[in-house]
């Protein structure tokens, strides 16, 4: 079993960043495909952005060019950052573990709030 831990979010005033991380239990780290998405009341969670093993990288169209993913496997941890953030990303932000089996975990979540 993997357990994630997220941290970083918090009240973030628009054109802000925030910086989430991720940490992952376990030695497999490595191996694991990583996930950040996100869910507001009454909306499906959907992906935010997602990176392989290898650090190939994808992004939901919304947040192209203002967030970043990123992993240190040394640490068993994924970043998410986040710059010229918009009202409308705020919700709360999950992280996710995809194991070879096929398997996936998830963290608890954090809130990431934009307003003025």
């Known amino acids: 079993q993997v357990q994630l831990v997220e941290s970083g979010g918090g009240l973030v005033q628009p054109g802000g960043s925030l910086k989430l991380s991720c940490v992952a239990s376990?030695?497999?780290?490595?191996?694991?495909?990583m996930g950040w998405y996100r869910q507001t009341p009454g909306k499906q969670r959907e992906l935010v952005a997602a990176?392989?093993?290898?650090?190939?990288?994808n992004y939901a169209d919304s947040v192209k060019g203002r967030f970043t993913i990123s992993r240190d496997n040394a640490k068993n941890t994924v970043y998410l950052q986040m710059n010229s953030l918009k009202p409308e990303d705020t919700a709360v932000y999950y992280c996710?573990?995809?194991?070879?089996?096929?398997?996936?975990?998830w963290g608890k979540g954090t809130l990431v709030t934009v307003s003025s």
């Open positions: 996710c573990a995809q194991l070879l089996s096929g398997m996936n975990y």
């Open positions: 376990g030695s497999r780290f490595s191996s694991y495909a």
């Open positions: 990176i392989t093993s290898g650090g190939s990288t």
